[in-house]
């Protein structure tokens, strides 16, 4: 198998919690909580902070990490991921969201996998099942509706799919809670960003959609538990109270 790429798009102008990239976090700032596990996967030949700020660059610079000074006219995330990467020649970029704290480096490893013994695929992604009831109603909470075999077949911040009352699944059947990462084969990745928003990407702000509705497949990596992403000032605390359970 080809080279693999891990680019950390850290936008620090975000609109709903600006600079929560170098928020702190139980004494470090949320960026390095990703870095570090992106490090410790070792599952890429190059790990890649990017930005479009100088305060992050600063930060790269400060604990020795790889950086790209991208453009501030971007519109998602894996449009920064590619000015990133494009020059790079590799098989597999991952874009590994800077919002995601928690995110381990045990669910790299199996996403990645996920995608090398799925040919038809474009791009994998991870999920678990959600155990917290508040997160089913929480928009900043992505769902997924997956095939049997473990495709996607949509994501929302509604809860899906729906549960009928009169369906027999209906107390049995979990939700799942999709995490901020994505790994793309380089000619899809390539592919995507070539193509203008959808509609329905637009509609639920939600990227990947975009492939979706492109005719991409994307293959889904359950895990065992994902953390609290940082969407909101917020859920600092939340990821706080987190961590400190997860510690018992």
Avoid at 219 to 237: F, Q, R, T, Y
Wanted: hydrophobic content about 40%; charged content about 30%.
């Amino acid at each position: 198998m080809g080279k693999t790429v891990i680019v950390i798009p850290a936008r620090y102008a975000s609109q709903r919690f600006p600079g929560k990239v170098l928020s702190p976090l139980m004494g470090k700032p949320v960026l390095r909580w990703v870095w570090e596990a992106a490090i410790k996967s070792k599952i890429a030949d190059e790990v890649i902070i990017a930005s479009e700020h100088i305060a992050v660059a600063d930060f790269a610079s400060k604990i020795g990490a790889k950086f790209k000074m991208t453009s501030s006219n971007l519109k998602s995330g894996s449009d920064r991921v590619w000015q990133a990467a494009k020059d790079i020649d590799c098989e597999f970029i991952v874009n590994l969201q800077s919002d995601e704290p928690f995110i381990d480096s045990a669910t790299l490893k199996k996403t990645l996998e996920k995608l090398k013994k799925n040919p038809k695929a474009d791009i994998s992604t991870a999920c678990a099942k959600i155990k917290d009831k508040i997160e089913i109603e929480d928009t900043n909470c992505v769902k997924i509706a997956m095939s049997s075999d473990g495709m996607a077949f949509y994501f929302s911040r509604e809860p899906i799919p729906h549960h009928h009352r009169l369906s027999d699944l209906s107390e049995k059947y979990p939700y799942y809670k999709h995490c901020g990462l994505y790994i793309y084969r380089k000619k899809a990745l390539a592919s995507f960003v070539k193509h203008k928003p959808s509609k329905l990407e637009i509609l639920e702000r939600l990227e990947q959609l975009r492939a979706l509705e492109m005719g991409m497949k994307i293959v889904v990596c359950e895990v065992p538990a994902l953390g609290p992403s940082i969407d909101v000032p917020e859920d600092i605390k939340r990821a706080e109270v987190y961590y400190h359970k997860r510690r018992g």
